[in-house]
């Protein structure tokens, strides 16, 4: 079951402009990750939110978490064209150690 | 080099054969896991493994069997009893510590003739 949908599921910009995808879930969860997928290739983590957290910042990246509306956002700053890729986002429930992925959105950074 | 590795990259099987795909990693992790994804879809969970010698099913686990007799492997065959098992397939691992950052490799891309 895909606990997860982001939002847009496809997305072109500007190199330069900011990407922001959302993510909303639908059961109460106990962190959220986010994950970039290059075409064919694995996924890479790129943050982590607890569930106590509302924000948080990793380079570029911005998380914002809202557990009362049940999603997420990624904005990405001053895009770049190596930005291109797949964004995920993944929810953990509880302490299963299971990630229930998002379809993704798909992300176009053109030069 | 730390890190996790898949084989063989890309897959071709006949109908009706059975396939095993490697997964194995030396990271030190306790916990590995293997995902199916379809074009275009993200990822579905077939079969997770919280320690060695114990392994749980995931969403999608039929016509699917892995094994964890080691720490660093985790085999995952793909049965003639999966209908469908053209797609590209990952396996992840993780510390099991704490919240679950994981870990992937570069995936295997299985196709059925």
């Known amino acids: 079951s895909q606990q997860g949908e982001e939002d847009p599921q496809a997305l072109s910009i500007q190199e330069g402009e900011n990407a922001t995808m959302n993510c909303s879930y639908k059961?109460?969860?106990?962190?959220l990750q986010w994950y970039r997928q290059n075409s064919g290739r694995g996924l890479v983590h790129l943050i982590l939110?607890?569930?106590?957290?509302r924000e948080k910042h990793s380079g570029r990246l911005r998380v914002t978490l809202d557990t009362s509306k049940k999603s997420s956002s990624l904005l990405i700053t001053a895009s770049r064209a190596a930005d291109t890729a797949s964004y995920f986002c993944?929810?953990?429930?509880?302490?299963?150690?299971?990630?229930?992925f998002g379809s993704g959105t798909r992300l176009l950074v053109r030069p | 080099d730390g890190g996790i590795t898949q084989s063989p990259k890309y897959l071709f099987r006949k109908e009706g054969q059975n396939v095993t795909l490697s997964c194995e990693q030396n990271l030190n992790h306790d916990a590995m896991y293997w995902y199916r994804q379809d074009p275009g879809q993200g990822l579905r969970l077939i079969y997770y493994?919280?320690?060695?010698?114990?392994?749980q099913k995931g969403d999608i686990a039929e016509g699917y069997s892995v094994s964890r007799e080691k720490k660093e492997s985790f085999p995952l065959t793909v049965t003639s009893a999966q209908k469908n098992p053209t797609a590209f397939y990952l396996c992840?691992?993780?510390?099991?510590?704490?919240?679950?950052?994981?870990?992937f490799g570069p995936g295997t891309r299985l196709t059925v003739l």
């Open positions: 939110i607890r569930s106590n957290e």
């Open positions: 993944a929810t953990e429930k509880d302490s299963s150690y299971k990630l229930i």
């Open positions: 059961t109460s969860i106990n962190n």
């Open positions: 493994s919280q320690i060695v010698n114990d392994f």
């Open positions: 992840a691992s993780s510390s099991g510590l704490g919240y679950n950052e994981q870990f």
